[in-house]
């Protein structure tokens, strides 16, 4: 059972470990390896939580409701493995793409220590230590984003500081009160204590004050400008990981909390989740065809994929959560995959606007293959993983009669083919604009594109092998739905 | 008492916001602080207040003690607290250093 506590104790040993070591190349290797390791050790996990679905560990030797809980539930350790495989493509992609002027090996300290904070978010069982994994989360994200001290993105890390810091407040608010109600933070006593209460009104303070939190980190609809404003500050390398894992993160905690215990007051709370899930996807993806910048068009399509997983959520049958749950490990991959690409084409071109790029498709017909893959899956084209998320998804608006929602997810994914066609046509098929020249002829290695190829094949596995990972994932929304195996496996878990 | 705190806390709220919707960065930084404090105070009174007790005495009655965990958990949001408005002084002074601006009116690079 101790096993859980690797995806927290691993890389806070690389983070120890990179503080220590001062050659840059040695820091590189060691950074590939580390997050090798890192997927071995939670494949291990993966594979205890299908042989018993569930695993819990009590830190400290202390009985359950007392000592923090640590869980891996299928959603928990499904997230785990795809945070794994993105964080070992993103180490072998910095190997090229972090350079001397963004802090070389003080990368990767912020690099583990980020790890740690998402692994722990999606492991505890535990309000106030989740709040302590976004924390730690939030500080290695501070420091990543304004690693280059470009003027840029001082301006971006401000931004970003910004709205978040305030969702922390607000986070912190909730939870002060939901203890004040309950008496009790761990997840699973809550869920018991909250499943009889009759007094939704009052818990729905708090429940908004994290629905606040959590939605300025998911980025949905009023709350999302930091994204777009600080995201294509930093370092690509930097961006890409954000862009698969940060506001997933967010996403996972509404799923977790909406599912497990504020779940009193179900008609307001999932009309609210609709309506903003429509507003997120619908705004998301009309920023995104206006824009002309890869990395810009690219964050929006973020936010307005946040909106697909809301609103999963919100319709709360067993097939939306499903979804939900596809849809977000199929985004994570495809959307990390995306803007590494995005920075391979910037440093052959040397610019990330669309005016000035094109004829990549002559240039490296390789790049482009990786390119539509998941820009495909992306915009939802057969038989790509995005295709079966969203019919998933809108199969089940369909069946819970929510025609409006689901009309307005289609028109999005129009959108999103759109503003991917854009990308496509003008950095691949168009002649290369003449007045803009290339200083330096940067041919991209195989290093360069090996972590495309692996989260490519990712996408393509999601697809080809939907059935396998379609159990999967409605085996996690069983659990999910179904709160009463989760409680009663962390509470009578006294030895 | 607690109802004297529970005004405390409305009156740090009310000006932590006050201060974060000002356009200087600095004012912001302070509003974050104040906000800050007033989600620690909050925090910290969710639990009810018994005063002149102790926390824990072997055998003596539950009722009459004070709850431990909301002050352990304050403790440690403060000192998160304490990390964040460290990281975010430097961040405001290395921007004002390459800007020379305190203006959040004149922060539109990034959204253009």
Request: proline fraction near 3%; charged fraction near 10%.
């Amino acid at each position: 059972m101790n096993i859980i506590a690797f995806p927290i104790f691993f890389p806070f040993l690389l983070v120890i470990v990179m503080i220590m070591v001062r050659s840059v190349k040695l820091a590189k290797c060691l950074a590939i390896a580390g997050s090798a390791i890192n997927i071995i050790g939670i494949l291990l996990i993966f594979q205890q939580v299908s042989k018993n679905d569930i695993l819990v560990l009590n830190m400290g030797g202390w009985p359950a409701p007392y000592a923090i809980t640590l869980v891996a539930d299928y959603l928990s350790s499904l997230m785990l493995l795809v945070t794994a495989i993105i964080v070992f493509s993103i180490s072998v992609y910095a190997y090229n793409f972090i350079q001397e002027d963004d802090g070389n090996s003080k990368f990767y300290v912020f690099f583990f220590s980020l790890l740690m904070g998402v692994n722990g978010a999606f492991i505890t069982g535990d309000v106030f230590n989740l709040y302590v994994w976004f924390e730690v989360m939030l500080l290695s994200s501070f420091v990543l984003i304004t690693l280059g001290k470009r003027k840029e993105q001082l301006e971006g890390g401000i931004k970003y500081m910004a709205l978040n810091l305030i969702a922390s407040l607000l986070f912190l608010a909730g939870l002060g009160l939901l203890y004040g109600k309950t008496g009790t933070l761990n997840m699973a006593h809550l869920a018991q204590i909250l499943k009889d209460d009759q007094q939704a009104i009052l818990i729905n303070t708090s429940a908004m004050l994290f629905f606040i939190a959590f939605g300025i980190k998911a980025a949905v609809f009023p709350v999302f400008f930091w994204l777009p404003s600080s995201y294509h500050t930093a370092n690509i390398t930097i961006t890409s990981l954000f862009a698969g894992l940060l506001t997933k993160v967010g996403v996972y905690a509404l799923i977790r909390f909406f599912t497990l215990f504020f779940i009193q007051d179900s008609d307001f709370w999932h009309t609210l989740l609709l309506i903003i899930a429509g507003f997120t996807m619908i705004i998301g993806g009309m920023a995104a065809s206006a824009h002309y910048e890869t990395r810009r068009i690219l964050s929006y399509h973020i936010i307005s994929q946040i909106g697909y997983m809301i609103m999963g959520l919100g319709i709360f049958t067993p097939l939306a959560i499903a979804g939900a749950i596809y849809f977000t490990v199929h985004n994570m991959i495809a959307k990390t995959n995306t803007f590494l690409i995005a920075g391979v084409i910037n440093k052959m071109k040397g610019t990330y606007y669309l005016k000035n790029i094109g004829g990549l498709f002559k240039e490296s017909p390789m790049l482009a293959i990786l390119f539509i893959i998941p820009a495909f899956a992306l915009a939802g084209i057969p038989p790509l993983s995005g295709f079966f998320a969203k019919f998933m998804l809108i199969k089940a608006g369909f069946e819970d009669e929510h025609y409006f929602v689901t009309s307005v997810a289609i028109f999005t994914g129009i959108l999103t083919l759109y503003s991917v066609i854009k990308i496509w046509n003008e950095a691949f098929l168009k002649k290369h604009p003449d007045e803009t020249k290339v200083h330096d002829k940067f041919k991209p290695g195989f290093i360069d594109i090996l972590p495309s190829i692996i989260l490519g094949l990712g996408s393509i596995g999601l697809g080809v092998f939907a059935k396998y990972f379609f159990e999967i994932t409605s085996a996690a929304a069983e659990q999910l739905l179904n709160p009463d195996f989760y409680i009663n496996n962390i509470l009578n878990t006294v030895k | 008492m607690e109802i004297l705190l529970a005004i405390l806390t409305g009156l740090l709220f009310a000006v932590g916001v006050y201060l974060i919707l000002r356009r200087s960065i600095i004012k912001f930084i302070i509003g974050i602080i104040f906000l800050s404090n007033a989600t620690n105070l909050l925090v910290f009174l969710s639990a009810g207040l018994v005063s002149g007790k102790p926390v824990f005495v072997p055998g003596g009655e539950i009722a009459m003690q004070a709850d431990p965990l909301p002050q352990a958990l304050v403790l440690t949001a403060i000192v998160i607290g304490f990390g964040i408005v460290v990281f975010t002084i430097a961040l405001k002074y290395k921007f004002f250093k390459t800007t020379g601006t305190d203006d959040l009116d004149q922060l539109q690079q990034t959204d253009k």
